[in-house]
């Protein structure tokens, strides 16, 4: 009898633990990724790894974890999904230890804990050489053990095109691209769970990779899957510019001691100390934005032209400096010298996406047989994410959507999936590949593709007005049409990057519709969405999901689904 399999589309921290967790469970898996597992974007998570050890006796909880998460993310995240999360934080440190993470240590031998922007108790477990590092590289060991084993099929520099959906409706797997001969083919399965990240790559002056582009996502919502929340932005507020992106100084700089401040009058101004005295300046990135673009605009406090600095002299070099190291040299190197060594230049940069594919509690989403996990899902984070609990949420949300979909698969009764669906869906995406190949006019994809950079950048970024939004949504129309007139710079049958990056553009650009739209229509401030024009927090009206469908070419807005259910009633937020 065939044994039932599952496929993983995504190496990062959710992908793989997804992965590691269905083959424990018995099925067979195959796990596509663009690039090997420990460079995945999971890798750059600099700031630590939440969960609720209370090392430090201060009486920490998996209850309280939970509620401060609830709170950070605006009241809009589930808060059953979060209480799981948060309960079973400390196993999944203990689960990475195990796989030779090498999380700092007290003189005791106890997890170093920091105290990160929007937490009362020292919480994030991390790592001198960068939690996330650690945790991707572990975790692409683990899979490549597996894979030596034969119980997990890794299969590295594909570009996943399509779903396989059979005339039900249900999942049934995926359509993908060997980016090495451009060879496609169908792929079947029970389940798949699509953990390939979020789409922070859409927007210009951004710390996310560039890869972040959402194609699959986008593919996904092509085929039916319902978006959640897209118009939730999370916005790094002090960031080093590079040439092709900016640099975080990610929540555990804070927590070592650096400070954000303005240059005035001689002296520097520590608005944000002196904004918020009780938690010493450091709170959760939609209020340290909103408080950066208070400062910037206070009339007569500041020189023309002031831009804010973080300044990292008070760190204690003797037990930080091995930390950042790294950090601070590539910080100099950007800085071309014009500074002092320990203060930089910022300025904010989107650094994720908060919204993805809907799902339930299980992680299945819309499509029955999908799956999402880490990025890619709207479910723990709500308006806006708790520093630190970006990599507990990815391997946490990882592993319940490897759990559930080996569930689901084993649950069906495991026959084939016809060979002529298989053979229609690859027949489809040769068919697409064939009609970008064949595309004439005078138009550059990229060029198109920095004007909606641009647009993003400018209209969904740290303030929103609904003019603008309005202006915006007109832009990219006329900018999606614009790229049916793109022309190929590359023609050739091998290793086609400029291929596969323009079908990640069509559909990039309907993600941008998504954002823009779902943007232009919440009239409220909550979380990292933030409209001057409507200041306040409505939780009579928008305490709501967002739900975006793709429909018949344009984008559906559902505001019907209220969040309910959260042990942390609405309240106000203070820090």
């Given at each position: 009898m065939k044994r039932p399999g599952i496929i993983v589309v995504g190496g990062g921290a959710a992908g793989a633990m997804c992965a590691l967790k269905a083959a424990e469970a018995g099925v067979d898996v195959t796990l596509f990724s663009r690039f090997p597992p420990r460079r995945s974007s999971s890798s750059l998570s600099h700031s630590g790894f939440n969960a609720a050890l209370d090392s430090k006796g201060e009486g920490d909880s998996p209850a309280l974890h939970a509620r401060e998460s609830l709170i950070c993310g605006d009241f809009l995240a589930g808060g059953s999904e979060v209480s799981a999360m948060c309960e079973a934080a400390p196993m999944l440190v203990g689960l990475f230890d195990r796989m030779g993470v090498a999380f700092a240590r007290t003189s005791e031998g106890l997890a170093d804990l920091a105290l990160l922007p929007g937490s009362t108790k020292r919480r994030a477990a991390f790592s001198v050489a960068g939690a996330g590092q650690q945790v991707a590289a572990a975790l692409?060991?683990?899979?490549?053990?597996?894979?030596?084993?034969?119980?997990?099929?890794?299969?590295?520099?594909?570009?996943?095109?399509?779903?396989?959906?059979?005339?039900?409706?249900r999942c049934r797997g995926v359509v993908s691209c060997d980016r090495s001969n451009m060879d496609t083919k169908a792929f079947p399965a029970e389940a798949v769970v699509i953990a390939s990240g979020g789409f922070a790559g859409l927007w210009g002056n951004r710390s996310a990779k560039p890869d972040e582009d959402g194609s699959a996502l986008g593919a996904c919502f092509e085929q039916g899957a319902i978006l959640a929340n897209p118009e939730f932005v999370q916005i790094c507020p002090f960031a080093v510019a590079g040439a092709d992106a900016a640099h975080p100084v990610f929540a555990l700089m804070f927590a070592a001691?650096?400070?954000?401040?303005?240059?005035?009058?001689?002296?520097?101004?520590?608005?944000?100390?002196?904004?918020?005295?009780?938690?010493?300046?450091?709170?959760?990135?939609?209020?340290?934005?909103?408080?950066?673009l208070s400062a910037a605009s206070g009339a007569g406090q500041l020189p023309p032209g002031a831009q804010p600095v973080v300044d990292f002299t008070d760190v204690d070099q003797g037990r930080w400096g091995a930390c950042f190291r790294r950090s601070l040299d590539l910080f100099g190197r950007l800085s071309l010298g014009e500074e002092p060594a320990l203060s930089f230049r910022v300025s904010p940069a989107v650094v994720r996406t908060l919204g993805g594919l809907k799902v339930n509690s299980s992680h299945e989403t819309s499509v029955p047989g999908l799956f999402a996990a880490?990025?890619?899902?709207?479910?723990?984070?709500?308006?806006?994410a708790l520093p630190g609990n970006e990599l507990t949420a990815s391997a946490f949300g990882g592993l319940v959507a490897g759990i559930e979909a080996a569930r689901v698969a084993m649950g069906l009764e495991a026959k084939e999936v016809p060979q002529s669906l298989l053979d229609s869906a690859r027949a489809s995406e040769e068919d697409a590949n064939g009609r970008f190949a064949g595309q004439q006019g005078g138009e550059n994809a990229h060029v198109l593709m920095r004007e909606l950079s641009a647009i993003l950048s400018s209209s969904a970024f740290a303030s929103r007005d609904n003019d603008e939004l309005s202006a915006a949504a007109h832009k990219i129309d006329e900018l999606s049409e614009r790229l049916?007139?793109?022309?190929?710079?590359?023609?050739?049958?091998?290793?086609?990057?400029?291929?596969?990056?323009?079908?990640a553009d069509e559909r990039g650009f309907k993600l941008a519709r998504a954002v823009v739209a779902a943007a232009r229509s919440r009239d409220e401030s909550r979380g990292v969405?933030?409209?001057?024009?409507?200041?306040?927090?409505?939780?009579?009206?928008?305490?709501?999901?967002?739900k975006v469908s793709w429909n018949e070419g344009d984008v559906k807005l559902d505001f019907s689904e209220k969040v309910e259910g959260n042990d942390a009633e609405p309240s106000d937020r203070e820090y």
């Open positions: 692409d060991a683990q899979l490549r053990r597996l894979s030596a084993a034969g119980r997990i099929r890794l299969l590295e520099g594909w570009e996943f095109l399509s779903l396989v959906v059979d005339d039900g409706g001691g650096a400070k954000a401040e303005f240059p005035r009058e001689g002296t520097p101004w520590r608005f944000m100390e002196e904004l918020f005295p009780k938690s010493r300046g450091m709170v959760p990135d939609d209020v340290a934005v909103r408080a950066l880490g990025s890619a899902a709207a479910i723990y984070h709500g308006a806006c049916a007139g793109c022309e190929l710079l590359d023609r050739s049958e091998w290793a086609n990057a400029e291929l596969i990056s323009m079908r969405h933030f409209k001057p024009a409507f200041p306040n927090r409505d939780d009579a009206g928008w305490r709501v999901l967002t």
